[in-house]
C-alpha cells in the first residue's frame, strides 16, 4: 500500500459513523445548485463543500445548473468594479435549466447576482419545486424563491444588511428577522452568506443523521452554529422581530 493509499485509508476511517446513527430510511441522491452571474461564492462552495464530505458517507451526485452552459463568474462581467478590481472565480454548468436531470435537493446561492438573477433561473425554480424533496437557499437566494412563489404563505429569512430590498420581493412570505435559518416545511432558508453552512449542516443533521453532521464538520474543523435562532447580525442592522 502507497503512502497516499494509507493517508486515504485514514481519511476514510475516521469519516465513518456507526450503524446507529445511520438514517433509517432512503436519503436524497441527485442535488442540483442554481448558478448565474454574481452569485456569491461562499454560498454555493461552503454548503456543496460540506455536501461534498458527505457523499463520501452516501451515495451522492451534483449538477450544477445555468441558463447556458458558459462558465458562470461569481462577479459581473457586464459591471465593472468602480476601483477597478478583477478579482473573482467561474464555475462550470452540468446541465441548463431545460436540460437539467430529476432533482431531489436544490440549492439557491445569493450574491449580487441575484438581485436580477434571470426570468430563466426564477422559472426553473418555480417549475422544478413542486418534484423536489428539499429546498435550501442561502443568503439573499431566498429571495429568488420568493420572487418565483415558492416560499408563499411559509416562513423564511435572508440576508440581514439588504433585509428592507429582499423582504419586499415576496411580500406573501412570512419573513423571520431575527434568523440564521429558518425551516418550514421541506424548505430551508438561511441568512447571509456564511449562514449557508450552518443550514446545510442543521439538514445534514435532519436528513443524514446528527453524526455524519458532527463527522463531516470535523473533517472540516468547523464549529457549527446550531441555535438557528442565534443571529447576531439582526441586532447589528436593527431588525424588528417581526417584518
Known amino acids: 500500500m502507497s503512502a497516499f493509499e494509507k493517508e486515504l485509508k485514514v481519511i476514510f476511517e475516521n469519516i465513518q459513523i456507526s450503524q446507529e446513527g445511520r438514517p433509517k430510511g432512503p436519503v436524497p441522491v441527485n442535488f442540483g445548485i442554481v448558478v448565474f452571474p454574481g452569485f456569491q461564492a ?6 456543496l463543500d460540506a455536501l461534498h464530505v458527505l457523499s463520501s458517507l452516501f451515495p ?3 449538477s450544477v445548473l445555468a441558463a447556458t452552459l458558459d462558465p458562470v463568474p461569481t462577479n459581473l462581467p457586464d459591471i465593472p468594479s468602480p476601483i477597478g478590481s478583477n478579482f473573482g472565480q467561474s464555475i462550470n454548468p452540468t ?4 436540460t437539467a436531470p430529476p432533482l431531489e435537493v436544490l440549492l439557491i446561492p445569493g450574491g449580487i447576482g441575484a438581485i436580477a438573477p434571470g426570468e430563466a433561473a426564477i422559472d426553473f425554480v418555480a417549475k422544478v419545486y413542486p418534484s423536489l424533496k428539499y ?6 437566494g431566498a429571495s429568488i424563491a420568493a420572487r418565483a412563489g415558492v416560499l408563499d404563505g411559509r416562513k423564511a429569512t435572508t440576508n440581514k444588511m439588504g433585509w428592507e430590498t429582499e423582504v419586499a420581493k415576496g411580500p406573501q412570505v412570512k419573513w423571520v428577522a431575527h434568523a440564521r ?32 453532521a458532527e463527522k463531516v464538520a470535523n473533517v472540516m474543523e468547523y ?15 436593527n431588525l424588528p422581530y417581526e417584518a
Open 95 to 98: 446541465h441548463t435549466f431545460d
Open 135 to 140: 429546498l435550501v437557499t442561502i443568503c439573499n
Open 42 to 47: 461562499l454560498d454555493a462552495f461552503g454548503p
Open 223 to 237: 464549529e457549527r452554529h446550531q441555535d438557528p435562532s442565534r443571529d447576531p447580525f439582526a441586532k447589528l442592522y
Open 181 to 212: 435559518w429558518v425551516v418550514d416545511g421541506n424548505i430551508w432558508t438561511s441568512s447571509g452568506v456564511s449562514a449557508g453552512l450552518d443550514a446545510i449542516f442543521a439538514f445534514m443533521a435532519a436528513v443524514y443523521g446528527q453524526e455524519a
Open 60 to 62: 451522492m451526485k451534483l
